[in-house]
């Protein structure tokens, strides 16, 4: 009798749908005989920029070197990140991108009998990595489409390993104030680790948010996940990385592959950390195209979730699937959210200005042909 080898795998992986990315521009083309030039993708939260020219220079000195296997340790990255976020380089664990980061504290942390909490309309990976380790995730009802991270603390059992906190939170955009996460930490037991996944917090302007690593002194059981994929815009490199105390630091240092971030991101990672401009021009770019999708969204009288971020989730009503097509015949790539619960909206990245109004242009077009629903 042939064997289900799919019923082999383990039961959280069995259970599991995988990731769904933003559609890649030339997979559009291809599907609907479009040229990829005339396509503009605001559907991953990448950004708008294009590389910086020191990150690219980097880069490709950095080709020479690809039949030696890169720095396992990643000196030089960890060296600068180190400086710029004022740390030792013992508390910084780098990543494939911050979402290796995030599986390896699930792997080192949690098993198959720990609960793992997060929040309704979370970032999709947190519940992937709790079911791939065969954990029980503990989705916690949102408050106004953000995390309630007093129900967050009242979910905590004596089998809750971690706590996932996205601040600011995709795909809505989400934030809570310094008081907020300090206040919620301080009644977070202290054998409980919390991810704090700062991905977009470079974004943050005003003082009244939380700066993670600042809180790191006086709650060990913190973790801060950041990335290089978003506003320092080196997506497909894949790079992320934890700051942590170093004694967890070493523990996930032991689980994570050995060469897990390559020598062309390590190279052009630590030359953007030097990239001041770039990063300025990235939440320049960012604010003004926030402000210019707002007024055109009230404009239109469309209802959104204010966003902290550099995407916005845009409500377009019980049509979305079918306005996400047709904004794709437009050429326009955004993100349906409906498997994050949310099959009202759909995610736009914030780009550049005129790819913003070609967005809005082709969404007036879209809801005119679509209609709206109820
Ligand atoms: C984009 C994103 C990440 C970062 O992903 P990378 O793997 O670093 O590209 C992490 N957390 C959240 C909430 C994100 O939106």
Known sequence: MAIDY???????VQALSPYQ???PIDELARELGLNPAEIIKLASNENPLGPSDKALSAAKAALSELCLYPDGNGFELKQALAGRLGVEMSQITLGNGSNDVLEVIARCFAARDSEIIFSQYAFAVYPIVTQAIGATGVSVPAKDWGHDLDAMVAAVTDRTRLIFVANPNNPTGTVHTADAVEAFLEKVPENVLVVLDEAYCEYLKGGQYPDGIRLLSRF???????TFSKAWGLAALRVGYSV???AIADIL???RQPFNVDTIALAAATAVL????????????NAAGLRQLEQALDDMGLPYIPSAGNFIAVEVGERAQEIYQALLAHGVIV????GYGMPKHLRVSVGL????????????????SVGQGT
């Open 6 to 12: 799919q019923s082999l795998a383990v039961k959280g």
């Open 21 to 23: 990315p933003g559609k």
């Open 220 to 226: 060990p059981n913190l973790i801060v996940c950041r």
């Open 244 to 246: 942590s105390s170093p």
């Open 253 to 255: 240092n032991r689980v």
């Open 274 to 285: 030097s990239d001041e401009a770039y990063l300025e021009r990235s939440c320049e770019v």
């Open 335 to 338: 993100r349906p959210v409906a």
């Open 353 to 368: 200005p005129e790819e913003n109004s070609r967005f809005i242009e082709a969404l007036g077009h879209s809801l005119a």
